[in-house]
């Protein structure tokens, strides 16, 4: 957040709501995403973020929120420490 907090008022705060709107919107469309290292990802709508979650039996269970240009073998040992 703090990256776009130095790109102008109030840009940490729409990061984060984009982000959380991002991850609110898995309640009607959890499970349709393709999967990759084993969870389904979610290609945030308005920044290079990549939103990582399993299905569980109570609904949804977000596992990571990763920046999308990561190297894949970077964001995969990520997600194995989780």
Known sequence: MAFYD??????????Y???????????????????HFGYHRK??????????????TTGVEVVAVLDGRSRPADIDALLQRR
């Open 43 to 56: 290609i945030a709508s308005r920044h290079p973020f990549l939103i990582y979650y399993q299905m569980i």
């Open 6 to 15: 130095r790109q102008g008022y109030g840009a940490g705060d729409y990061y």
């Open 17 to 35: 709501q984009r982000i959380f709107e991002d991850i609110d919107s898995l309640s009607e469309t959890a499970g349709i995403h393709e999967r």
